[in-house]
C-alpha cells in the first residue's frame, strides 16, 4: 500500500530534550516535506526536500534541522525542543516537477514539549 | 498562487449532495484549481484537481466555471464520514523548486448530519 508513515505518533518531552521524528513513504518520491500545524495558523511549511541531499527552509525552519540521505527517509530533529514547538506535524510526500499531481501527508505527529 | 475564497462553515443532509463553492478571481492561465480535505486532525487527502474541464473521479466532481475564476467541489452522496475541512488551493502544477508546497487557507468546515 502506497503510503507516507511518521513515528512516533505522539510525543510528550520536556524542553531541550533532543528528539527526531521519521518519516518514510514508500511510493519513490522525489519531494519531501515537513509541516507543522497549529490552531488558527493552519498548516505552514517547515522544511522540503527535493531530492536525496538537497533540502532547504520553508516557512518556519527555525528550531529544526533536516536530513535527506535515503530518498524514502526524511526525518524531523529538534535539537533543542521548546514549548512553542508543541504542534501536530505532518509529513507529506510527492513527485516533482511535471510528474506532480497529489501530494501524500502522514498521518500526524502530536508533539508536546512541557 | 492565487488566493482563494472559501465559506467557514456548510452543513449538508447524509445521502444528499455536498457543494462546497471556491472563489479564485485571480487565477491564472497555468494554475490548477486542487481541492483536499482534513479530516480530524489526520493528515490532509487529496480529492481532485483540474484545469478547465470539469472533472471526476471516485470521490467527488469537480466543476469549473468558463472564466475559471470560481469552482464547485460536489460530493455526491455525502455520508458522516465526509465530514471534515475542504481546502481549496490554487497553484501551478510545476515548480522548478519547493514543487509540492501547498499553502492552506482556513478551508470550509463540512458538517454532514444524519
Known amino acids: 500500500e502506497a503510503q507516507v508513515t511518521q513515528n512516533p505518533r505522539y510525543l510528550i518531552t520536556v524542553t531541550g530534550k533532543k528528539l527526531t521524528v521519521t518519516c518514510s513513504q514508500n511510493m519513490n518520491h522525489e519531494y519531501m516535506s515537513w509541516y507543522r500545524q497549529d490552531p488558527g495558523l493552519g498548516l505552514r511549511q517547515i522544511y522540503y526536500?527535493?531530492?536525496?541531499?538537497?533540502?532547504d527552509k520553508g516557512d518556519v525552519p527555525e528550531g529544526y534541522k533536516v536530513s535527506r540521505k535515503e530518498k524514502r527517509n526524511f526525518p524531523l530533529i529538534l535539537e533543542s525542543p521548546s514549548p512553542n514547538q508543541t504542534s501536530l506535524y505532518f509529513c507529506?510526500?510527492?513527485?516533482?516537477?511535471?510528474?506532480?499531481?497529489?501530494?501524500?501527508f502522514g498521518p500526524g505527529t502530536r508533539l508536546t514539549v512541557l | 498562487d492565487a488566493k482563494t475564497t472559501q465559506p467557514p462553515s456548510m452543513d449538508c443532509a447524509e445521502g444528499r449532495a455536498a457543494n462546497l463553492p471556491c472563489n479564485h478571481s485571480?487565477?491564472?492561465?497555468?494554475?490548477?484549481v486542487y481541492w483536499y480535505r482534513q479530516i480530524h486532525s489526520q493528515g490532509p487527502q487529496y480529492i481532485i484537481h483540474g484545469l478547465k474541464n470539469n472533472e471526476t473521479n471516485e470521490m467527488a466532481s469537480l466543476i469549473i466555471t468558463e472564466d475559471r475564476k470560481s469552482s464547485t467541489l460536489i460530493l455526491p452522496h455525502a455520508t458522516l464520514r465526509d465530514t471534515a475541512v475542504y481546502y481549496c488551493?490554487?497553484?501551478?502544477?510545476?515548480?522548478?523548486?519547493?514543487?509540492?508546497?501547498?499553502?492552506f487557507g482556513q478551508g470550509t468546515t463540512l458538517q454532514v448530519k444524519p
Open positions: 507529506a510526500s510527492s513527485f516533482s516537477g511535471p510528474s506532480y499531481n497529489e501530494q501524500f
Open positions: 485571480t487565477i491564472s492561465g497555468n494554475e490548477y
Open positions: 526536500s527535493m531530492n536525496v541531499e538537497v533540502t
Open positions: 488551493i490554487v497553484r501551478v502544477k510545476w515548480r522548478s523548486s519547493n514543487t509540492g508546497k501547498l499553502i
